[in-house]
Structure formats: C-alpha cells, structure tokens
C-alpha cells in the first residue's frame, strides 16, 4: 500500500495513535528512521531497533491490530524534538504506559526511543 | 514465575488463558494433547520454552476446552475440531489480539490450521511443530491408537504415556513424576481417551490448500510420535512453508534443546536472529562426589545403590532450595541455582541428611555465567566448581573466593583453604570452605589454642589424629575396629581434656600443634 507521506506534529500523532492508524504514524517516519524500545525484555544496554520505515511500519500495524485504547498525553515539542506520553488499555484490563522520545529531521521522525512498562 | 490466568468466554464455555511477554507481534501457542496452564511453569523446560517465546512476543496461551484449567466437556460427546477452534478465536478476542502468529504444537497444529483457513485475516504467520496429516496417521495404522488408549486406561496419572512421546525421558524420575502430574491436572482418564481419539480422526487435509500466511513447520528428526517423512510431506502440500528438522528424539514442543526451538520460531516471526549472549546466563553450580572412607571397601552393588540414594537426595534437598540438579554421572551431581547461598545451604542440607552413613559428600561451589543452549550447562564455570569438589574433602562444602564475597550478609562463614590453579585462566582461584559450626566459632579469628597433647590416652591421641583428617565417628570406628558409642565417649573426653567446644576446634588445635617446630 503506498504511504502518503504527512509531517509529523503533536496532534497528528495523538490522531495516529489513538485511531490505531498504523499506515499514517508510518508515513511520520524518514525511510532511514530508527526505532529503540526499552522495556522488561529489552534493557537499556541491548534495546530492541527497528530499522528503516518499512520494518517501523509492520511494527505499527502489528500494535494496531490490538483491540485496545490508546490515550496521548502531554505532548511536548520543540526545534527538531518531540516527546509524548501514552496511557493504553487491553480488554482484559491489562495496562501500559510508553514514553515516547523523538528527533525529527524535515518534519520526519529520524529517531525514536520508546520507554514502556506494563502490568504483569 | 506468578503469571494471572484469566478466563475467555467461548459460547457456554469459560477457557483459561494467560498472557506474558511485552512483544509487538502476538504469538498464540495452541497446545497439543494436553495442558495445565499453571502446571506446566512447573517444569523448567516449559518454563524455559514458553520464558524464551515470551521474550520476543506476546504470549497468549491457553487451555483447550476439557482440559487444564478451562471447562470440562463430556467426554462421550466431545466437540469436533471446528467447535474446538472457536476457542482460539475467544482467547484472541478477551486478549485484545486483532492478528497473532499461531505456534500450533502437535494436535495444536490441526486447529492452528483449521483457524487460519476460516480466519485468515487474522492469521499473521503458522507455526506448526510436529504434525502429519491424516494419511500418514492412518498409514500408520489403528493399531497404535489401541496400545496407546491401553496405556492410558492402565496407567493414566503415572506419567507411563510418556513411553510413547518420549521414550528417552522416562529413566528422568523427577520429569516423570512432573508429567504424571500434568497428566492428573490436565484430564481424567476418560477424557484422555476420547481427546485421543478424536485427534487420530482429524483430517486436515482438506484445508492445507487454502492456507496463505507464510508457515514454518518443525520436526524433530528422531520424533518417536509423528514421523518426520510425515512432517516433511505436510510441507510440501501447503504453498506457503518452509520446512525445518531440528536434532532430537523426544515429540512434547517443550521437551530437549527447547532453545534450538525457540530459536528458529523466533527468528522466523521478527526476522533477526536471536542475540545469542542471552543463553548465557548467571548461574551458581554446586559440584557433588561421593566418597569412600579411608580403608572401607564397597561392593560396587553397595557403592551403586549409595549414589543412587545420594542423587534422590540431592534431588529433592535442591528443590527445596529453588535449584535443579542438571547433571548426574556415576557418583557425581551437579546442581544449579540462582544464588551462591541457596547452592551453599543446599550442600550442607545434602551433607546433613547424609551425616552417620559411611560413604559422605565432598562439594564444591562456584559461581559463573553458564550457556544454556545444551542439555546441561557446560564450560568453565562448570570445570571449576568440579575442580573445587574434587579438592575438598569428606563432609567438606568448599566455595571459589568470589562464591564467599557475593554470600556476605547470608550468615555463612568461610576460611580459606587454598587456592587452585587451571591452564585456562590467568590467575589461580582461591578458594574458601565453609564454615559448618559457627555457632560455637569466636566472631574474630583467633589463632588455635596451644595444646598438650600430653593429657590424652593413646587411644584418645589415634581418635582425633583420625578426627583431624576429617573422619566421622563411624569411619573413625571402622579404622580403630572400636564402636561408635566408644567412639563417642572418646571424643567428649578429648573435648573435656582440652577444653574445646567443637570437633572443628579440636581438630585445628591438634593439626597447628602438630605444624610447630
């Protein structure tokens, strides 16, 4: 499918997520874009990448298939930064919370570092 | 590991489920045979299996209706494959899964497939382990099916069924014992009868034309339950697969080199191969021999039966302590934990329970990173804490220098004893032995206390030159062709002479004085 490529803002971003809309948060990304997640499984030393939009891309639509609610919050942004916290919600009551940390380069994400911890 | 189980509702029917792992990607394991949800974290393959997969995905895995946890059905009218796959689609729906990567383990594998061909909008990828379709059953003939329901009928609940999934581990008694139990949690006989039967009539042959997620199918070389010809055949009839053997001769998923397994299933799903230093681990090792008492002869019938008794031991004294033990040759086990404490405290226990039989334990402990790709653990941390055992004498826990450092605040007490050197390390390992009497110890090191050896009987001098050289009162009276009450009675009076409190003491004082000029 091909991505119409959008620049990424706070309330655009905010849409993305909270919709489940993984074509639109792939289109944020710069094609050589890098994705850090730290959590439990993956420690600050050895963080999980993803490289390249296409592979953020899959990672999103994975994320957006989950029937689950997403909520973006305090969203903060200045020259070539931005940074937003997420609340999310499974059906079965099990919740995460992200903080999410970006440069951004020509109004694309270049990279991002995404914090979670969930209940266990 | 504490991991809730929660329930989904499908039609009537309540199926328990748990969910573990952070992942992007959902990998629903659907079991074979039977299961326990909680049963299962019991056996420290599965754990380590299910501990592997979750660490690349989210887990979700569940009890199939009329087993485990989940609500029991009838078992002279058990639902057909189809009714039994909706359970998939529920646990998908109460976990919030949109598309998951189905891991479909044995029977697992026919109901992973049925699902992806009714919903394969949902079916991110297969994953299918140890499955043939139904030719190759029947090829097979019924007549397998009639021994195994036999075995069933007769010994259902004894982990007997194991002979016919894996014949290589029924001498295993403590996974023996795991598997009898999973069998009693999972279902009753009756319904391990019909759960048997109706998957010897499934026939999917049907729908592997219609499967389109891209499929890996895994096969143990040596399966003793499902041929691999069979495995390789499925392959060929599903456009989308690729087929891979893995070395083994057992058929449960989580059984043998789980790790291999997991391996090749993870990088199938992410596409990156697994980082290998995560199979290395911290563990701590303790390394126990039997041995002889100076001058007593065992037949080998008796010596026999002696490690047998001692491996029982070991076995359940490091259960009871949170550790496995991962290694058993001859006279020697080799147990792990998860702390330099624990493996201490666990060889004491061992040494204790063994206190008053002739034949006693000589130990060591180190601590170290360990791989765990191999059956047991293997490599340097293991040379040395079997080096260490083999330096220590009877009844004598002794543990490397950085075993004593990381103990510091447990209570246990240490004076070194040496050091050990290897060809593969710089410096030599020093080594310490654990201090057993502490409570009659002084806090501070004081030197041993002059002692006249003068007021001892010559009996009483030939006691506790034997004592010193580490001897029990039954090895001492064998040696002196005296009984262990006389015995007994020596030592307090050697005690009372020289005004010690403890055999240790004693023993120090003699050999300091027997060390002077």
């Known amino acids: 499918m091909q991505t119409r490529l959008q620049a990424v803002s706070g309330p655009a971003l905010k849409s993305a997520i909270e919709q489940r809309n993984g074509s639109a948060l792939a289109s944020f990304y710069a094609p050589d874009a890098i994705l850090r997640i730290m959590d439990r499984n993956n420690p600050p030393s050895r963080p999980r990448e993803i490289h390249g939009r296409a592979a953020i891309a899959a990672f999103w639509d994975d994320i957006c298939s989950r029937a689950m609610t997403h909520a973006v919050d305090t969203t903060l942004a200045d020259d070539g930064r931005m940074a937003f916290t997420q609340a999310c919600s499974y059906p079965d009551g099990t919740r995460v919370f992200c903080i999410s940390v970006m440069e951004t380069r020509e109004g694309q994400i270049s990279q991002q570092t995404i914090v979670q911890t969930w209940d266990e | ?517």
């Open chain 2, 1 to 517: 590991m504490h991991v809730r189980t929660r329930y989904a509702r499908s039609g009537d029917l309540r199926i328990a489920y748990q969910v573990v792992g952070h992942g992007s990607v959902d990998l629903v394991f659907v079991p074979g045979f039977i299961s326990n949800l909680e049963i299962n974290w019991e056996d420290p393959g599965y754990a380590r299996f299910l501990g592997r997969l979750s660490a690349f995905s989210r887990l979700i895995h569940f009890d199939k209706r009329g087993t485990g946890l989940s609500d029991r059905v009838d078992p002279g009218n058990l639902p057909d494959l189809r009714t039994r796959m909706k359970d998939i689609h529920a646990v998908m729906d109460a976990a919030g899964s949109g598309r998951a990567v189905l891991l479909g383990a044995s029977e697992g594998a026919a109901m992973s497939l049925l699902f992806c061909a009714a919903y394969p909008d949902r079916t991110r990828a297969l994953v299918l382990y140890g499955v043939s379709d139904s030719s190759h059953r029947q090829a097979a003939a019924s007549k397998a099916l009639d021994r195994f329901i036999n075995l069933i009928e007769e010994t259902w609940g004894t982990g007997r069924s194991l002979q016919t999934l894996a014949p290589g581990l029924v001498q295993d008694t403590q996974f023996c014992d795991w598997w009898g139990r999973l069998e009693r949690f999972s279902a009753s006989p009756s319904a391990a009868i019909a759960l048997a039967r109706m998957n010897a009539d499934i026939d999917i042959a049907g729908v592997l034309r219609e499967i389109r997620a891209p499929t890996l199918i895994l096969h143990r070389t040596d399966d003793p339950h499902v041929d691999l010809a069979a495995g390789r055949d499925l392959a060929r009839r599903i456009a989308s697969s690729s087929f891979v053997e893995l070395p083994g001769n057992t058929h449960p998923i989580w059984t043998g080199d789980v790790d291999r397994v997991a391996d090749v299933i993870e990088e199938f799903v992410t596409g990156i191969p697994p980082f290998q230093e995560r199979q290395r681990v911290l563990a701590t090792l303790l390394s126990t021999r039997l041995t002889r008492p100076p001058g007593y002869r065992f037949s080998d019938r008796r010596w026999s039966e002696a490690a047998t008794n001692l491996r029982e031991r070991l076995e359940a004294v490091a259960r009871s302590f949170g550790g496995t033990v991962v290694r058993w040759e001859g006279d020697r086990g080799l147990a792990r934990f998860d702390g330099p404490a624990k493996a201490i405290r666990c060889g004491l226990a061992v040494a204790e329970a063994c206190r008053g039989r002739l034949e006693r334990l000589a130990q060591g402990v180190h601590v170290g990173e360990v791989e765990l790709s191999q059956a047991s653990p293997h490599g340097t941390t293991v040379m040395i804490a079997t080096a260490i055992a083999d330096s220590a004498s009877a009844e004598q826990v002794r543990a490397s220098a950085v075993t004593a450092e990381l103990c510091a605040g447990s209570g246990l007490r240490f004076e070194p004893c040496g050091q050990i050197r290897f060809d593969f390390l710089d410096k030599p390992v020093a080594i310490a032995c654990v201090a057993t009497v502490q409570h009659l110890e002084s806090a501070r090191p004081v030197p041993p206390a002059s002692i006249d050896l003068g007021c001892l009987s010559e009996r009483e001098r030939q006691v506790l030159e034997l004592l010193a050289g580490g001897l029990s009162n039954t090895e001492i009276a064998v040696q002196l062709q005296i009984s262990d009450h006389t015995i007994k009675r020596h030592v307090a009076n050697i005690l009372g002479k020289l005004d010690m409190s403890s055999r240790m003491g004693a023993a120090a004082a003699y050999l300091a004085s027997r060390g002077r000029p």
